[in-house]
């Protein structure tokens, strides 16, 4: 069987390295950073799923739009990415952000101090795990059945996984001219990684972000 990797895809970050600022709530997924302005890139191409009207530009930004999905048999997320609730869950009637129609399409486990039953919106399950990451990553790539699992974010949820040597390629977006000062940091420079991974940089043919490819060494 091929190997099953754990990729972090179309990532974005501030210049600073945050993936999210303070404050988040249910009208600002993001705290006070703009998402408008950091995810402005792949909004632009082609081969943004939510894109309503025909057009939109190809290259290199397009290309790492079409990869989010490419061979992706699970997701795995932080609670702060399913939504903004904190603690023991009150109101089992709020599924997520993402209303009847998620973009994920297969198995989501959302790593969570407090678990509750799993919810079936379409064609996107999510279970809901109180686990370290080797458990739960051994949980998503039995459900991805041989396909690769995708590490969602947010920025702390990568970083635990980062920390225990578990994530094999990493796409990051950065935004050099976007400063957040706080929230929930990813790093404080790339080359953190340099250690374990190859890094290559690619400016964006748009210009609004640089993007940072990892490998694993």
């Not at 943004?48 to 048999?73: E, F, V």
């Not at 039995?142 to 920025?155: C, I, S």
């Not at 190859?198 to 990892?214: E, I, K, T, W």
Request: charged share 25%; aromatic share 10%; with cysteine.
């Amino acid at each position: 069987m091929a190997e099953q990797l754990l990729r972090v895809q179309n990532f974005n970050v501030s210049g600073d390295g945050f993936g999210a600022g303070e404050g988040q709530s249910l009208e600002r997924p993001f705290g006070h950073a703009d998402p408008g302005t950091m995810f402005a890139w792949c909004g632009a191409t082609a081969s943004w799923p939510m894109r309503t009207d025909p057009g939109g530009s190809r290259g290199l930004d397009d290309y790492l739009t079409r990869d989010y999905a490419r061979n992706i048999g699970a997701e795995i997320m932080g609670r702060g990415k399913f939504g903004p609730q904190k603690g023991p869950w009150e109101d089992h009637e709020w599924q997520g952000w993402w209303e009847d129609e998620p973009p994920f399409r297969t198995p989501v486990f959302v790593m969570t101090h407090h678990t509750r039953p799993s919810i079936t919106l379409s064609d996107t399950t999510f279970h809901f795990v109180d686990a370290d990451p080797a458990t739960v990553l051994a949980q998503a790539r039995e459900a991805a059945r041989g396909k690769d699992v995708r590490l969602g974010g947010g920025a702390t949820v990568i970083r635990e996984f980062l920390d225990a040597d578990l994530v094999d390629t990493m796409h990051v977006a950065v935004s050099p001219g976007v400063k957040l000062g706080s929230g929930s940091r990813l790093w404080e420079s790339p080359d953190e990684l340099r250690d374990r991974f190859h890094l290559d940089v690619v400016p964006s043919p748009g210009g609004s972000v640089v993007h940072h490819l990892f490998w694993r060494k």
